[in-house]
């Protein structure tokens, strides 16, 4: 295990430029909705508890929680994705430029709903969650606005993330178009991953994958790993994909970094000191990597940076995101 603590300083400076960083997110976003209350009786008509709702509240999820991440840094963001022509669109929309996010690259589709994930909290435990979703591929017409806005936005990029939540944003058509053309000017590409389009990610700069997810581009079985298991399966993905690097979160056992050049093979302890909720914990991470990356930081460094933004993020409940403040001071 190496030691991965870095200079304050530097990562003052790190951390300060990424006000200076545009980064394009492509994929499915979403609404993630709370209702909030307590239990005191079980319900007469089926064996399950009666929340009396005290409070609901609604966040970003999804790409549009990947934005909200970038956005509390200071990254200036555009977000490309698609939504429904629905009062949930209208209200996602809205919560975007709260962020400061562009949503030129929102395309409102007559024919699909905008996801929303409601969430029944009680007494700092969820009971059940409810989808509202398509998860169909986009039509034609989808596809093009997507790819459009795609290249009006490209050239003032400077990292573009891939959020694939199978939702049916990331297809074939779309992300290939987006490979080719971020290979073309050399741009940062990160992806979180699904199973559904794993022969798409081929190239991209890096995969941030869990340790479930990192099983399935490995093409085995899941199951709990020894280190030097995970460290057999990393470097087969890195070989696979023909990725310069690989991160794979291991929850409480913290992240391994792979690094294509030199077989470079790190391990970040956790640094959670209470974990509340994981929800929004792989967005936090490819976010803060991608943006530390995109302005300056090595490998190291970003994931550094990382791993202190994931141990903040799932201490709440909830998808959360850091400020610049918040992630500094967690860092010592």
Known sequence: MEKTSCPKQHLEKIVHTMRTTTIIVVGDCMIDEYFWGDVERISPEAPVPVVAVES????????????????????????????????????????LKETGCSTDGLHCSAHRLT???TRIIARHQQVVRADREQTGDLDEVEATALTAAFDRLHAQADGVIIADYG??????????????????????????????????????SIITPNLKEAHMLAGVP???????EIKALGWKIIDTYNISYLLITL??????????????YTHLPTVAQKVFDVTGAGDTVISVFTAAITSGAT???AAFL????????VAQLGTASVSPEELLAACG
């Open 299 to 301: 490998p190291l460094e």
């Open 167 to 204: 939702k049916g944003v990331v297809s074939p058509s779309l992300i290939s178009g987006i490979m080719e053309k971020c290979a073309e000017k050399g741009t940062f590409t990160a992806i979180d991953p699904k199973d559904r389009h794993i022969h798409l990610y081929r190239g991209a």
């Open 56 to 95: 609901v509240s609604r966040r970003l999820g999804g790409a549009a929680d990947v934005v909200q991440n970038l956005s509390k840094l200071g990254v200036k963001t555009h977000l490309i994705s698609v939504c429904g022509k629905d009062d949930n669109g209208s209200n996602l929309a809205d919560m």
């Open 251 to 264: 929850s409480e056992r913290g992240m391994a970094l792979f690094c294509r050049e030199g077989q470079h």
């Open 222 to 228: 899941f199951h709990h790993c020894s280190d030097e």
């Open 306 to 313: 990382a791993n202190h933004a994931a141990g903040l993020t």
């Open 115 to 117: 996801t929303i994930k």
